[in-house]
């Protein structure tokens, strides 16, 4: 008489912990299926990988780190948005930066890649400054910085992730819109300023007073400035992400640029027209929540103004995925969305872009 061995549940591995072992999910059919060059272990994501051989500091990797100094953390995609060159070149030279110690990935998003993800799927990789980076860059005449890069890196939290990276990728996305429009009107379309809270504090700092005589700091998360064929428009942004019974709160907090308009500190930007403060949430359903919101309430009337715009993450994109075959897709670079009209007011259900 046989044995019978009865089929055991499968255990859950960790999604870091399977990063760890390769990707060993390939039944023995399939296996028989891959060609024999094809069958490597996939490097790991977390840790690095030793390499002797001397590292080159070209100008495009210069400009890897000059946008890490400049907005502290981006993905991959924006790497390939900013930057000249195949997707494959620049995803390579990340990795080789990364391995030499010069840029790092903050350990906080693989945490967050399960928690939000379900460790399924993959996200694009979140690069930060370190020590090493920084060093290379004040070789090269960047201003120093006192801060631990490397132990910042380590303590870096979702909230600190999910602000900087949003604002970097609308940066991205933003700059190279602009590039293609002016590539193809001949026209004078140019982002000719962009602060972000943290590297550019200082430059986001403003004092205001309120009506109590009482003086409060006010730093949005962003600002940039516009320039179009016609005129220039200077926006003030906020990222906010919801939390429950912190919609009001936020809504509070937006109305303090009613004092900023009113002592005119957007002045210091150089602009004579004013400001739009631009809220950016994770979707067009909060987007319009928190619109519903100030038209729905009395005390929020103050923000009915068509100085307050809103955007959710989902209504612009840096690529579009275009079916290669069966299996298959690729990307293709698609960021003309966020020029168009994708952007909303208290005061009407129109549809709003940003050369307005």
Sequence with gaps: ?????????????????????????????????????????RRSRIHRRADNRQLELTERRIAELDILYHHRLADSDVFRVALKGSDQQILRELRRLWDDGYIDRPIEQWIMH????????????????????????????????????????????????????????????????????????KENYNLVLWYQDRPDRDNLKTEIELNDGKKITIIPDGCFKLQCPKSQYLFLVEYY???????????????????????????????????????????????????????????NKELRHFRFWFVGEDDYRLYKKEKVNENNYRKILDVESILGPIFRTPIDEEWHSLEE
Excluded at 5 to 11: E, G, L, V
């Design 114 to 185: 399960k928690k939000y993800q379900g460790g399924r799927g993959r996200n694009e990789i979140i690069y930060a400054l370190t020590n090493k980076g920084m060093k290379v860059l004040q070789e090269q005449d960047y201003s120093a910085t006192k801060t631990d890069l490397d132990r910042k890196n380590k303590e870096m939290g979702e909230t600190t992730i999910f602000h900087d990276v949003v604002l970097t990728r609308f940066w991205a996305g933003l700059k190279a819109a602009l590039d293609q429009k002016r590539e193809r009107t």
């Design 1 to 41: 008489m046989g044995v019978i061995i009865k089929d055991k549940k499968k255990p859950q591995i960790d999604p870091i912990e399977k990063e760890k072992r390769g990707n060993l999910s390939f039944t023995m059919e399939q296996e028989k299926q891959i060609p024999a060059n094809a069958q490597k272990k």
């Design 241 to 299: 992400r919801t939390r429950k019974g912190g919609n009001q709160t936020y809504l509070d907090h937006l109305k303090l640029y009613n004092h900023y308009f009113r002592q005119e500190k957007y002045q210091q930007y150089r602009i004579k027209k004013g400001f739009r403060v631009l809220t950016v949430v994770p979707s067009r359903k909060i987007a319009g929540n928190l619109i519903n919101l100030i038209n729905g309430e009395e005390k």
